[in-house]
C-alpha cells in the first residue's frame, strides 16, 4: 500500500509543540540579508566557482532535478539528504541550527512552517539575491505564502488547491447526475447517497487539521495572523468558523459522513471498497488514490470543492512546501540559485509536476498543455491536471499562519479531533482550541490580538 504523500502525513501527525521564546531566538550568520543586491557578475563568479552545498528534502528522486542544476553549473556539487518527513525534518533542522553546526544550505518548508522559521531568523532573506524577480512566475497566494511582506523567504515548490474527487458511479445510483455545487446541495446528496447506497459521501478526518484549514480558507476566514515580530491574531473560533463547524456536526451527527482518522490501513480500505463515495481533498489527492484504490480505476470523477453561496467560485489550500536557504549557509548565493533552478527552471519544474507528481505553483506550467491536457485513466478520462489549474487561480491569497504551527496542530489533535471523533459540538471544540492557541501564545510572550 502506498505511503501517504508527505503532505498529508506532516498535516496529520500530531507534532509536538516546539518552545519558541521571543526572548531566546537563535540568529543565524547574516540574518538580514547581504547588505544589498547581489549583482550578475557576482552571481556568475559563485556559478562558476567550486562549491559543496547540502540539500535537505523528502522529495522522493529529487536528485533528477538537481542533476540537471548540476549539469548546467559544474563547479556546485549538491549533496540531497533526506533526514526524515514531519517532526523529525523539523526537528533535526531546528538543532543543526541551534547547534549552530550541520544545518543544510537549502531545506524543504512546508509553508506553514516558514513563520516559526523566520521568528528564530534561520532563513536567508532572498529579496537581496533576485527572489522578487520570481514573484509574477507564481500564483499569487502561494507567493504570498513565501513572501507576507516585503521579504521573501523560500521558492514555491508544490502547492495543494482543494477539490471534490467523488465515486461517480455511486453517486449516480443515488439519483446524483452531477457534483454538488453549493455545500446545501452536498448535505442533501450526502443524505440520498447514505439512504440509497449505505455509503458516507465522505469522511472528515478526526485529526486532520490542514482539512479543516482547508474549509476555513474556502469560507474566507482569516484564523491566524502574524506580524513577523511578537504579535499574533487568533480567531479559530469565530461566528463565521462556527458556521463551518455547525454544517460538519449536522452531517457527522446525522450519520451522513463518517468521522475515521485517515491515512491509516483502514482507510485506505475504505476508499477502495466503497464506504467513501468521496473524498474532498487537494491536488495531490488525484495521484495519491490512485495508488490507494487501484481496484476502482475509471470509477472517479474530480470536481471543485461545493460553494458556500451559488455562483461562487473559490477554493482553499492543503498542503505544499517551499525550498529556503538557511541564514547560516556560507555559499548563499549558489545556495539561492539552486533553490530557484528546482522550482523555477521550466525542465525541472515540469518534472516536478509529471514525475514526483508535485501540484505546481508554476503558472506556466499550470498553463502548459504538456501537463494540462494529460487524460486520467483512473478519472474517466477527464483533464484532472487542468481542472486543478483552474481551481488553483481561485484560492485567497491572504491566508497567513501562526509562528508556533506545530502547537497548533497537536492542540487540534487535543480540542477538537477529540471532539469530532466523539461525533460531539465542533463549535464547541473550536472554543476549546481558540484558548489553547492562546493560552500558548500568552506563555511564549507574544502579542495576541
Not at 509574477?136 to 523567504?153: F, M, T
Not at 447526475?177 to 448535505?187: G, V
Not at 459521501?201 to 484564523?223: C, D, E, R, V, Y
Not at 503558472?363 to 502548459?368: A, G, T
Amino acid at each position: 500500500m502506498r505511503n501517504a504523500p508527505r503532505t498529508a502525513l506532516a498535516l496529520g501527525s500530531g507534532i509536538a509543540a516546539v518552545t519558541l521564546l521571543l526572548g531566546g531566538c537563535t540568529t543565524g550568520a547574516d540574518s538580514g540579508g547581504s547588505g544589498g543586491p547581489v549583482t550578475q557578475e557576482q552571481i556568475d563568479e559563485a556559478l562558476k566557482t567550486p562549491t559543496e552545498l547540502t540539500f535537505w528534502t523528502w522529495v522522493p528522486d529529487i536528485e533528477n532535478e538537481v542533476a540537471l542544476f548540476e549539469e548546467k553549473y559544474p563547479a556546485i556539487d549538491v549533496t540531497v539528504e533526506n533526514v526524515g518527513q514531519g517532526l523529525p525534518h523539523y526537528q533535526k533542522l531546528r538543532s543543526a541550527l541551534e547547534a549552530g553546526e550541520g544545518a543544510p544550505d537549502v531545506a524543504q518548508v512546508e509553508y506553514q512552517y516558514i513563520p516559526s522559521f523566520v521568528l528564530t531568523e534561520s532563513l536567508l532573506d532572498l529579496s537581496d539575491y533576485g527572489g522578487d524577480d520570481l514573484a509574477g512566475d507564481y500564483v499569487d497566494w502561494a507567493w504570498n505564502q513565501v513572501s507576507p511582506g516585503e521579504e521573501v523567504w523560500a521558492v514555491p515548490q508544490d502547492v495543494g488547491p482543494m477539490g471534490n474527487l467523488y465515486r461517480e458511479d455511486i453517486l449516480t445510483q443515488a439519483g446524483i447526475t452531477e457534483p454538488p455545487a453549493t455545500w446545501e446541495e452536498y448535505a442533501t446528496a450526502a443524505r440520498a447517497v447514505k439512504d440509497s447506497t449505505g455509503s458516507y459521501i465522505s469522511n472528515l478526518g478526526a485529526t486532520q487539521a490542514g482539512q479543516m484549514i482547508g474549509f476555513f480558507w474556502q469560507k474566507g476566514l482569516k484564523p491566524f495572523g502574524y506580524d513577523g515580530e511578537e504579535t499574533v491574531t487568533i480567531d479559530v473560533n469565530s461566528d463565521e468558523a462556527k458556521e463551518v463547524a455547525d454544517y460538519w456536526t449536522q452531517l457527522i451527527q446525522d450519520d451522513l459522513v463518517s468521522t475515521d482518522v485517515d491515512f491509516n490501513d483502514q482507510w485506505y480500505q475504505g476508499l477502495a471498497n466503497g464506504k467513501y463515495a468521496g473524498w474532498l481533498t487537494a491536488a495531490w489527492g488525484p495521484v495519491f488514490l490512485q495508488g490507494t484504490a487501484e481496484s476502482t480505476s475509471g470509477l472517479w470523477r474530480a470536481a471543485p470543492l461545493p460553494q458556500w453561496s451559488e455562483g461562487e467560485n473559490v477554493s482553499g489550500n492543503w498542503g505544499g512546501s517551499a525550498d529556503a536557504v538557511l541564514a547560516t549557509s556560507e555559499n548563499p548565493i549558489a545556495a539561492y540559485e539552486l533553490a530557484k533552478f528546482i522550482n523555477n527552471d521550466e525542465e525541472s519544474a515540469m518534472k516536478l509536476a509529471t514525475e514526483q507528481f508535485l501540484f505546481p505553483p508554476q503558472q506556466s506550467v499550470l498553463d502548459d498543455p504538456e501537463f494540462t491536457d494529460l487524460e486520467s485513466e483512473f478519472y474517466g478520462g477527464q483533464q484532472v491536471n487542468q481542472l486543478f489549474s483552474e481551481i488553483s487561480e481561485t484560492v485567497d491569497t491572504e491566508f497567513q499562519w501562526l509562528p508556533f504551527m506545530d502547537f497548533a496542530y497537536s492542540s487540534y489533535e487535543e480540542t477538537l479531533g477529540t471532539v469530532i471523533a466523539a461525533k460531539g459540538d465542533i463549535s464547541a471544540g473550536l472554543d476549546e482550541w481558540q484558548d489553547a492557541l492562546v493560552g500558548y501564545a500568552e506563555s511564549q510572550g507574544f502579542t495576541v490580538e
